[in-house]
């Protein structure tokens, strides 16, 4: 998504007084009795947790910023509101109140982020599936309205995906010659993603993505560990839809949920060829060894596969981009880190197109 440029960055920040959201609250909810508990961990706004039910967030003003909009988030949210099979917060207002205060009030996601309910096994396996699930038909509504708003930054035209992947390769290599380790291939880093850049088709496809459907933003049942919702729409873009998936910390967890991202039926029978064949790279690519090491089958991976590595390097190949770890080190293939471990991903994935 590029560098951030904050354009209030030294605007003061205040935690608003319980009256003056109570107030601002009664204007969409003349029942509102009080507020509960204040909530600053999403960064560019402030969340105000009212009686047992509803959240008023608030934008930050130093953290004001142009790919994060309140007034985006409102919009996409009343797109997908009553979509069968997405489950999102309900906006009941917003807008701008005085003195100046930018605002959505809407309903609390029931659950737990799924961060804080630990799970494992089938049951994070079913609850990531459904999240694939979801986040494809999030996909799916139609675009030309949430095009004509012009609410959201991002692709629009093939050219500006694949611009957006070569940014992405670029920090990829860079990473690699930050970590200053021993590379295993007679191609240098550079090398092997130009290579991965000329393997990559035109995108035929890009639509509004959430952009970080991860474990803080995916809300789930603390007993049952359900999915019971998606929030967070602020960081919404247009792009290619493999791309929603990537900042999962896990890349067993990426490749659970992405199936269904990618798929445009309910199953395998149903994806259209180039989506099949892009699952095909990607069961290849994320092949996991007994010791937690993902490597690529000795055997070569057919010229159908390369074609279509838009969706397989998207899972594979860019996940070393996503944000690391505060305080890792950038070692990015070291065995005791998962996060760090993510190199290797990009070395065999890279194979793909190295191997034909």
């Known amino acids: ?49 009212i009686d047992n039910g509803l959240i008023l967030k608030v934008q930050r003003p130093q953290q004001l910023r142009a790919r994060t909009s309140l007034d985006k988030e409102r919009f996409l949210l009343e797109q997908l509101a009553g979509l069968e099979g997405v489950r999102v917060p309900r906006v009941l207002g917003g807008g701008v109140a005085e003195p100046g205060i930018e605002y959505t009030l809407m309903t609390r996601m029931p659950g737990v982020p799924m961060h ?28 030309q309205p949430l095009f ?6 991002g692709d629009h035209t093939a050219a500006d995906v694949r611009t957006r992947f070569g940014g992405l390769f670029d920090d990829a290599v860079t990473a690699v010659a930050r970590a200053a380790q021993p590379w295993p291939f007679a191609l240098d880093p550079l090398q092997l993603a130009r290579l ?14 959430h952009s970080n459907p991860g474990p803080e933003h995916v809300f789930v049942d603390p007993q049952t560990r359900q999915l019971t919702g998606l929030i967070d729409f602020g960081d919404a873009y247009f792009s290619h839809p493999a791309l929603d998936l990537r900042r999962w910390p896990r ?76 305080g890792s080190t950038p070692i990015l293939w070291r065995h005791g880190e998962p996060l760090q471990r993510r190199g290797i991903r990009f070395q065999r994935a890279i194979q793909l197109a190295v191997n034909e």
Request: proline content about 6%; overall charge positive; glycine content about 6%.
């Open 1 to 49: 998504m590029g560098k951030d440029f904050y354009i209030q960055p030294d605007a003061a920040d205040p935690v608003l007084d319980p009256d003056a959201v109570l107030a601002i609250v009664r204007l969409h909810a003349a029942g509102a009795k009080a507020v509960r508990a204040v909530d600053e961990s999403g960064g560019e706004a402030r969340a105000y947790a």
């Open 116 to 143: 804080s309910a630990r799970f494992d096994g089938d049951l994070r396996r079913r609850t990531l599936v459904d999240l694939g699930r979801m986040l494809r038909r999030i996909h799916a509504i139609p675009q």
């Open 148 to 153: 004509e708003a012009r609410l959201i930054p």
């Open 196 to 209: 991965a850049m000329r393997a990559l088709p035109d995108a035929d496809a890009w639509v509004a993505l």
């Open 251 to 326: 890349p067993i967890d990426r490749g659970r949920g992405s199936r269904r991202v990618l798929q445009r039926g309910e199953n395998e029978r149903e994806v259209q060829p180039d989506m099949a064949r892009g699952l095909c790279a990607h069961r290849h690519a994320r092949h996991r060894t007994e010791s937690g090491m993902p490597h690529c089958r000795a055997r070569r991976v057919g010229r159908t596969c390369r074609a279509v590595a838009l969706t397989a390097y998207v899972m594979a190949v860019l996940a070393p981009t996503d944000h690391p770890r505060k």
